[in-house]
């Protein structure tokens, strides 16, 4: 685990996304209880007593939609659930990713309407990214958004590898800048991950919005105190201090 960790560390500090470390690491950890043929949604979506794919039947799109369909209480009431599919001209390059992240992005995105959100990521649903296609006003917005539920997903996983906050004082809740409401350490650090992972954005965002982004980190790393973050939660910020 410490080595697996620390190459994770390394690749932090180098500003890539994890996915490629953490997801093949995860799986293995699952698989004594977990079919390996299972698609990484199932195995996440299993692992959360949300399905059973103890018989390893294969789980397709559409099976996984009307479970999504059917939970999604817990997201938010109303929403329809439309299909997993790619936005309509939208260049992933933009995002830094290569063409096989690309591909593996295009399979997470699960399109929505009637949501109030634009875009959302919950830990029952690890590994997809909700988006309301129709909340988005230009191709930066989307942008955004997508790297923002990125990062949500990113930090489940690297809450998964080792302990980002201290149990202990968990539940202590502080004003978060981005909410603007009070939230525990662990919501401050999701903030702070998604902000950190938008601004690495910089070259395709408007100057307003560098402004915000880099205004709205600043000040939701200064909320965290001693005893709030385990070690790699600690890192953690130090990694979001250098963009600053």
């Not at 959100?117 to 830990?123: K, T």
Request: charged content about 20%; aromatic content about 10%.
């Amino acid at each position: 685990m410490e080595v697996v960790l620390e190459t994770v560390k390394r690749q932090l500090e180098s500003g890539k996304f994890t996915f490629d470390l953490l997801i093949p690491k995860l799986q293995n950890q699952l698989n004594s209880v977990l079919n390996q043929n299972q698609p990484l949604l199932s195995k996440m979506m299993n692992y959360y007593k949300l399905i059973d794919v103890s018989n390893g039947t294969p789980i397709s799109d559409y099976e996984i939609l009307n479970i999504i369909q059917d939970k999604s209480e817990l997201i938010q009431e109303g929403i329809e659930v439309i299909e997993f599919q790619k936005f309509p001209n939208v260049d992933y390059t933009k995002m830094y990713f290569t063409p096989d992240e690309v591909a593996l992005l295009e399979a997470q995105i699960c399109i929505v309407k009637n949501a109030k959100f634009r875009g959302a990521s919950h830990p029952f649903f690890l590994g997809v990214i909700f988006q309301c296609i129709e909340n988005f006003k230009n191709e930066e917005e989307i942008h955004v958004s997508i790297v923002h539920e990125l990062a949500h997903q990113e930090l489940f996983l690297l809450n998964m590898l080792d302990r980002l906050v201290l149990t202990s004082n968990n539940p202590r809740l502080i004003h978060s800048p981005l909410q603007g409401k009070a939230r525990p350490a662990i919501g401050r650090l999701h903030s702070a991950h998604a902000l950190y992972r938008m601004i690495q954005l910089r070259d395709h965002l408007s100057s307003q919005n560098k402004q915000i982004f880099s205004r709205y980190l600043n000040e939701t790393v200064e909320t965290f105190s001693s005893g709030d973050l385990s070690e790699f939660g600690e890192f953690l910020v130090t990694i979001y201090k250098r963009v600053l």
